[in-house]
């Protein structure tokens, strides 16, 4: 393995965190009226943030007067509930242990809100990561390549030495945009079709088949 680091992406990737997802969302549709969605739906609105989650979810997105009180109510619930239900994939440890054996180093790349992502690495991941960067006014959100530049920038490698992993279409785009190579994982929330269509360098259905692709680059 000639690579330095991995990146990953959180929800999907590393964490099944599609149950707790969906609570907040319907918690949140349902203190202002408004229908709950289905965990199938919940499913295809996750990817691009909050924001777009609740948009998603809201009739009338934006435009709607409920967007910024169910966004609110979200984040609120979320930041109560966020692991009442979600865990680690099977095989993820122990693919970050091995990886980390052997020298290399970790981080988390999400579109989650920055404070979840921290507190979700810590929580399930101690100190394996060196590095936990999420959604933040300050930079771009994925596609755009900032949140991976200034986790590569943490863990001092440059693109040529290291890979991004994540599951959805919004993660290829993000990694090519950082001039990385992206190894996508069809356990998480995105087809495989998907993945393929979004141009993914390289797509694992287990934790074990990636670490075999990995040990290819």
Known sequence: MHIKAVIWD????????LDDLAASTNAA???????ERTIDEVRNFVGNGIGKLIERAVP???ESALFQPVYDAFVAHYAVHSRDKTRPYDGVIEILDTLAEQGVKLAIVSNKIDFAVKELSRAYFGDRMQSAVG????RRRKPAPDSVLRAMEE?????????????????VETAH????????????FR?????QN???DSIAATPEELLVQLSKL
């Open 10 to 17: 959180l929800d999907g990737t590393l964490l099944n965190s």
């Open 155 to 171: 863990l001092g490698v440059s693109k040529e030495e290291a890979v991004y992993v994540g599951d959805s279409d919004v993660d």
């Open 177 to 188: 945009n950082a001039g990385l190579i992206c190894c996508a994982v069809s356990w998480g």
């Open 60 to 62: 009338g997105g934006r």
């Open 29 to 35: 549709l349902k203190s202002c009226g408004l229908p």
């Open 135 to 138: 959604d933040d006014p300050s």
């Open 198 to 200: 979004a141009g993914a």
């Open 191 to 195: 087809s495989v079709e998907c993945l």
